[in-house]
């Protein structure tokens, strides 16, 4: 009953698939793949890339914010523990790559 239906999807015993064929069959695989690496990896590789840059040229005096919404200046460096200056007195220790941005993107109020 059901060796009937199996032999009815596969091809003809006599058709040949060709190198052309075969190729087409991965095509729209191959074509995923290079829209996915152009609309993410690549866009995300480069933000990446940004980010890194961003963190390595950090340095005393910067204006900065970390990813929990502090907003402050740094005071020290010390290999991965950065200390910001939050107000007058106030002083806190993050990691380096908490920092979320610097400089151009950060606007600290001098109050």
Known sequence: MFVDNAWAMSPPPNANAT??????????LILVVI?????????????????????AGL?????????GGIYGTIAKIKDDVITIQVADDVKIKVNRHYVA????????DKA
């Open 19 to 28: 190198g052309f064929d075969i190729i087409m069959g991965y095509a729209p």
């Open 59 to 67: 340095k005393e005096g910067d204006s900065v914010m970390t990813t």
């Open 35 to 55: 829209i996915f690496y152009f609309l993410i990896f690549r866009p995300q590789q480069k933000k990446q890339q940004e980010t890194r840059e961003m963190i």
């Open 101 to 108: 941005g610097h400089k151009d993107t950060v606007e600290v």
